[in-house]
C-alpha cells in the first residue's frame, strides 16, 4: 500500500457548490478522474474516491464531503488507512492571490490563509506535503471575498478555466512520473489562451 498517491481535491459538497471557484479543486479531480476512466464510487472516511492506475501509477483521488473548513479529518484518516506517505499527498485547491488559471506546485508551505489548507495542515501536524494552487482571481471591487468564492466562474473565465483543468491534469501526470521539482519547472505559471 505504501506504494499509493493520494491526490486531494479541494471544494465543498453539495449541487449548489459544483461549479463554485471554491471548489476548483473538486473539478480538477473530476477532470483527472475522467480522463483515466476513473469512478468516484466509494464513501470513505467521509470522501469520495476513485482509486486506479494513472499512466502506471496506483492513486487514490479524493473528495472531502465535510465542506471546505474541515477538509482535514477526511485528509489524515485516508492519509493513514491507506499508509501514504506526506510527499506522496498531493492537495489541489483554489487561490485568490493568483490571476485566474495560473497554476502553482510547491513541495511545501503555510496554509496561504485557505481555511481547507488550515485543516489539513493542522490534522497532519505538518506544512511539508505538495499542493498545486489554482488561481481564481481575487474579487472585483470591494466585493467580500467569502462570497465570491463561492460564485461560478464568470463567462468569460470559462475558457481559461476549461484550459486549466487540462494544464492541471498534466502537472499531476508530470508530478507522478518526475516528482515536483521537473512538474514545477514545466507547469507554474498562467494559461497562454
Known sequence: MADKY??????????????????VGFQIV??????????????????FIASGLINGWQVILAKPQSFMNLSGGPVSSL??????????????FDDLDLPVG???LRPSGGS???????????RLGSEDFP?????????????????????????????????TYHRAADAVEAWLANGIDL????????VSC
Not at 493520494?6 to 471548489?23: C, T
Open 6 to 23: 493520494l491526490i486531494v481535491g479541494l471544494g465543498n459538497p453539495g449541487r449548489e457548490y459544483q461549479s463554485n471557484r471554491h471548489n
Open 30 to 47: 473530476d477532470h483527472l478522474a475522467a480522463r483515466h476512466n476513473l469512478a468516484f464510487g466509494k464513501l470513505q472516511s467521509k470522501a
Open 79 to 92: 492519509r493513514k488507512f491507506y499508509q501514504i506517505e506526506v510527499e506522496r499527498l498531493l492537495v489541489i
Open 102 to 104: 495560473t497554476l502553482r
Open 112 to 122: 496561504g490563509g485557505h481555511n481547507g489548507m488550515k485543516s489539513i495542515i493542522e
Open 131 to 163: 499542493r498545486l494552487r489554482i488561481g481564481i482571481d481575487r474579487p472585483p471591487g470591494r466585493m467580500d471575498p467569502a462570497a465570491y468564492v463561492l460564485r461560478n466562474f464568470d463567462q468569460e473565465q470559462l475558457p481559461i478555466i476549461q484550459e
Open 183 to 190: 512538474a514545477m519547472n514545466q507547469y507554474n505559471g498562467g
